[in-house]
């Protein structure tokens, strides 16, 4: 299993709006960088991901997995980019803000921290018990 992160504006999609999606989860499109595209085709079925709010927020509020590999973005005109499907799992107990990451010198290597706009990437195990933990999830 692989471990991600997915960025998006709560006022387009939040973690509110993951978590009423229920068990048959959601789609995740839009994506419009070739290098997130790439990210996205590289996410397996139960690989988990943290879910960040962009914006005003910048934080990390969830855990969720991937249920449906890679597919065409049905809102794509070019048939360029694509789509995976995916499902909430749990809500941190305590959020992390981009400022608690950039605070951790263990995390400095991250793409959120050197890639900023890049919307799909990949979180390491190591970054990802760190943030576990910041975030009290066991």
Known sequence: MKYWLLKTEPNEWSWKNQIESGIKGSVWDGVRNY????????MKLEDQFFFYHTG??????????VIKEFFP????KTGRFGSIMVRSQK???????LNDIKNQSLLAHL???KQSRLSVMP????S???????????
Do not use: F, Y
């Open 91 to 97: 809500s941190l107990k305590v959020p992390v803000s």
């Open 35 to 42: 290098q997130a595209r790439n990210n996205l085709k590289k």
């Open 111 to 113: 793409s959120l921290l």
């Open 73 to 76: 973005d049905k809102k794509d």
């Open 123 to 126: 979180i390491d195990s190591k």
């Open 128 to 138: 990802w018990k760190i943030i576990c933990k910041m975030g009290r999830i066991t």
């Open 56 to 65: 005003d927020e910048k934080k990390i509020v969830g855990i969720g997995k």
